[in-house]
């Protein structure tokens, strides 16, 4: 089975110069560099939190590479990775925490401080159902 993880960025990385959501979060643009955890394998499913002024889970990633270790400050693990779909209705913070499900999720837990993350199977579940 493949691993799950979330991947957390700032606005920087989902916005553009405008402030709006960046042309290369649409699902079937080009598969970009993206910071993941270090344990991120090829195929594997991402969820992206957006930190700061979105502050919600919004897109459903596959890593088209395995991670790889670089010199890049806050951000040594990357990987190449597609969009496959954003989601109808992002979950935001407030519902996470409200729900029985993921408000034990360790990630959340810990507000979501690291690049990456695992995502339990319960939680993984839980969140595709929260998805729309």
């Known amino acids: 089975m ?4 979330v991947w957390v960025v700032g606005p920087d990385c989902y916005l553009d110069e405008d402030g709006r959501e960046h042309a290369k979060l649409s699902p079937g643009a080009p598969a ?6 270090r344990d991120t394998r090829r195929g594997d499913l991402a969820v992206l939190y957006r930190s700061r002024r979105a502050k919600d889970l919004a ?3 596959r890593a088209t590479s395995d ?12 990987c190449e990775a597609e969009v496959l779909e954003r989601f109808p209705h992002p979950v935001p913070l407030a519902e996470l925490r409200a729900d ?9 837990r810990a507000s979501f401080v690291r690049t990456g ?9 839980r969140l595709m159902e929260m998805r729309g």
């Not at 493949?2 to 993880?5: D, H, I, L, V, Y």
């Not at 993350?117 to 579940?125: F, H, T, Y």
Request: glycine share 2%; hydrophobic share 50%; charged share 20%.
């Open 2 to 5: 493949a691993g799950r993880w």
């Open 32 to 37: 970009m560099r993206w910071a993941c955890h």
């Open 59 to 61: 897109y459903l990633f």
């Open 67 to 78: 991670a790889v270790h670089e010199d890049v400050p806050d951000r040594p693990w990357n």
């Open 100 to 108: 029985p499900v993921t408000a034990s999720w360790p990630a959340l």
């Open 117 to 125: 993350a695992p995502v339990p199977d319960d939680v993984w579940a």
